[in-house]
């Protein structure tokens, strides 16, 4: 929780971890104002999947941290692809960016940019590779369960769809984030369909969440006033719900199960991220980097 002089402020945010490469180091110049500062920005290339083929989800991001910036400060102007840093790294504040390319083969193409603020990122060996088998990028948050829907495509198998409407910002003012989700785990499947007829009669289900693999998915609108703009979904893997509460009741674990080991911070080996998780989403805070419980701060709102 972040405290100031005059007053303590609680944020929701939406937390992702992972191991991936610093590039694009820079200095971004700001236009408003004489007294304007530039910020440090740059790349994350994440890793994901096979640790023997992974691909890359790429992230801009605006440095925030300050052991961070100490970190990234050194890389800027640093070009060759041999000599970028490979770290472990948080990010928060996620949003999606989408634009029509400009120029090139896919002028006129519907394309979007993964931004968020790079909280703490850690030189990691390149020797602790080898003890990796998966590449994961985990992203932590609390928001409410939507549209929960059987999916029966036609050229493939079955599967538990949903959308999260992630809470960021101010608690007594919170923006949203909307993921759309493929529930990927027998658990979660279990507990959102457990969840279907509260959603159906329009109550609210608050669940913290944990997902896999976050992405983008730009598309071009079609329909209203906007039709021909470029738009976006947050695109990912459901994978764990850690809370549930519907219409402020909470329902999920039962209090007597509160104190179980399950609320514990999850260890390495259950997030293969290699990076301890946080239990609580961080507080807005651009130089400190402690993350604060997700399950404690749900179940108070």
Known sequence: ??????????????????????????????????????????????????????????????????????????????????????????????????????????????????????????????????????????????????????????????????????????VDDPDYRYIETIVANADARHLVRRCVQAVEAEKKVLIAFRLNDMKADPYVRTKGDRAGEAAATLESKLMHIGLIKIDGQQVYPMKSEASAPQDAPATEEATGTGTVQPTEPATREPEAEAPVQEPALAASF
């Open 1 to 170: 929780m972040t405290t100031t002089a005059s007053q303590e402020k609680s944020y929701f945010d939406i937390h992702t971890s992972g191991i991936g490469y610093v590039q694009r180091a820079r200095e971004v110049p700001v236009k408003a104002g004489r007294k304007a500062q530039p910020f440090l920005a740059c790349t994350i290339a994440a890793l994901v999947g096979p640790a023997k083929d992974p691909i890359l989800r790429y992230f801009d991001v605006k440095v925030s941290g300050a052991e961070a910036k100490k970190l990234v400060q050194g890389y800027v102007g640093v070009d060759d692809p041999k000599k970028r840093p490979l770290v472990r790294f948080r990010i928060g504040d996620l949003w999606v960016d989408p634009f029509i390319r400009p120029k090139g083969d896919q002028k006129g193409d519907p394309a979007a940019t993964l931004k968020a603020r790079l909280l703490k990122a850690e030189l990691l060996d390149r020797a602790e590779l080898a003890e990796i088998g998966q590449f994961e990028l985990i992203t932590h948050g609390i928001g409410y369960l939507n549209r929960p829907k059987e999916v029966s495509p036609a050229d493939g198998d079955p599967f538990l769809s949903c959308t999260i409407g992630a809470l960021s910002g101010p």
